[in-house]
């Protein structure tokens, strides 16, 4: 016992002085800030056990403790979801012409078991130049920063032109639970009403090696829906198949789906993603790049960019078999068989006619189709302001020399949609990067850069100023 306690005390002794001289490097400012960003992380905000409403009240008690007022900080909640909360809160501009700018950041992050991680993942552990935790890339390293840019505007006493607003939400992470920024957008539009937002999914990119290759803007991205498919039949004994099979019947109907290539589109965000990025990626796929962006009806093109996954996925809609659920028994036939089909639309196309698309391929009455989640908005393209977009351009260039900056479109999705859905162009920021595997988001061991969120923040603190500032 007493080996153990003296164990323990030269494990936190190490710690304390590993934590004392990771402090003695950075400025005063970052020192607050890390403090600010171990909390928010160490928060457990996952669906199944944590709390959204407790990090969020966490994010307020600094906000006020740096002099921002309590009218300025609205927390919100609805009864059938009290640890879903968040917050929102409003720093006032000089102008009265200019209309506010709202920075957006989700506080949920993806479930994580401690078995499954190296390190526990509600625990901030520094180490080999990597931040480890769930959410410290996904997306707490962005709430942080923005929560932070308030924390110092208020000690500064700065008077920005444009009243600047901050959203921290929840259910982003999970599809069909209370999403924050779909209530705020819904019930409390004039709370975040704004000319633009800046939201996650830019941000930069690395060789995996240390070297940053890219920064890029997210200007619009897919819509996210699921489709559940039903066969059923009245079954039967196993001993007597009749060709009526309802898992012969989703087997066929999956088959067409996953053969099936939806058009190729373009918008203004991808003709110029491809057209910017070509060059630099040379080789047979740069020419490839560059030639689609030209002309979209070049077939040769479109098939040299369809054998790289994520240019497949820019340049349509997708859709993909991911759940099969079927059968009763091992020696009977099957009454019932459930198939989720996961799609990723383009922007501008809507649920209702993804389905009718589906229910073509498909070709087969006997299955059906429901949409999972009803009524969600379509995604719309922001457009490509230069507003907006020259001040990232132009900051990057000073924060990151020499490093290109592209605009882009998810192939996944935000909750940028709901924004864009009731009039909030939404733009998903430079800044901090990321490696080539994701860093471990939605997955195990997830990380960020320290480097990476040290610099991202002084980056996204200057872009907000600049753009609150004219």
Avoid at 217 to 244: C, M, R, W
Avoid at 372 to 399: Q, S
Avoid at 448 to 467: F, H, N, P, Q, T
Wanted: hydrophobic share 40%.
């Amino acid at each position: 016992m007493i080996r153990k306690f003296a164990a323990t005390l030269l494990a936190a002794s190490v710690l304390a002085g590993t934590a004392s001289a990771q402090d003695a490097q950075l400025r005063a400012d970052q020192v607050e800030f890390r403090g600010l960003y171990k909390e928010l992380v160490e928060t457990n905000t996952t669906l199944s056990a944590g709390s959204c409403t407790l990090a969020a009240e966490r994010m307020g008690a600094r906000l006020k403790a740096a002099g921002i007022p309590d009218a300025q900080i609205t927390y919100f909640s609805v009864p059938d979801h009290p640890k879903e909360g968040g917050l929102v809160v409003v720093y006032p501009g000089t102008s009265k012409k200019l209309k506010p700018m709202l920075l957006l950041a989700h506080i949920d992050v993806v479930e994580a078991n401690r078995e499954d991680w190296t390190r526990d993942p509600f625990t901030l552990i520094e180490e080999n130049g990597y931040f480890y935790a769930r959410g410290t890339a996904d997306d707490k390293a962005q709430a942080a920063i923005y929560t932070d840019t308030l924390i110092r505007f208020a000690k500064e006493g700065y008077k920005p032109k444009r009243t600047v607003k901050l959203a921290l939400t929840c259910g982003e992470e999970t599809s069909g639970a209370f999403n924050g920024a779909e209530y705020l957008a819904n019930n409390k539009r004039d709370l975040i009403d704004a000319e633009f937002a800046l939201n996650e999914g830019g941000g930069g990119r690395t060789d995996g090696k240390g070297h940053l290759l890219v920064q890029t803007i997210q200007v619009g991205e897919k819509a996210y829906q699921d489709f559940t498919l039903t066969t059923t039949n009245p079954g039967g004994h196993s001993s007597q198949p009749v060709p009526d099979n309802a898992i012969a019947e989703m087997s066929d109907a999956l088959g067409k789906v996953a053969r099936y290539e939806f058009p190729l589109e373009l918008n203004d965000t991808t003709r110029a993603f491809f057209a910017k990025s070509g060059p630099m990626r040379g080789g047979d796929m740069g020419k490839a790049m560059a030639a689609i962006a030209a002309n979209p009806a070049d077939k040769d093109a479109e098939a040299v960019l369809n054998t790289d996954k994520a240019f497949h996925s820019m340049l349509r809609t997708t859709c993909v078999p991911t759940m099969v659920k079927g059968g009763h028994a091992l020696n009977a036939l099957p009454q019932s068989v459930t198939a989720n089909v996961n799609c990723r639309m383009f922007p501008g196309r809507t649920a209702d006619e993804t389905q009718a698309a589906l229910e073509k391929v498909i070709g087969d009455p006997a299955v059906k189709i429901e949409q999972t989640v009803k009524n969600k908005p379509i995604a719309k393209a922001p457009p490509m302001d230069p507003k907006v977009i020259g001040p990232m351009e132009t900051l990057a260039a000073k924060h990151f020399p020499g490093v290109p900056v592209i605009p882009t479109m998810s192939t996944g999705a935000t909750d940028a949609v709901y924004l864009g859905a009731v009039g909030i162009p939404t733009y998903g920021v430079p800044g901090v990067w990321g490696d080539p595997d994701g860093n471990g988001a939605h997955g195990l061991n997830e990380r960020m850069e320290v480097k990476s969120l040290y610099a991202g923040r002084d980056y996204l603190y200057d872009l907000i100023k600049l753009l609150s500032s004219k």
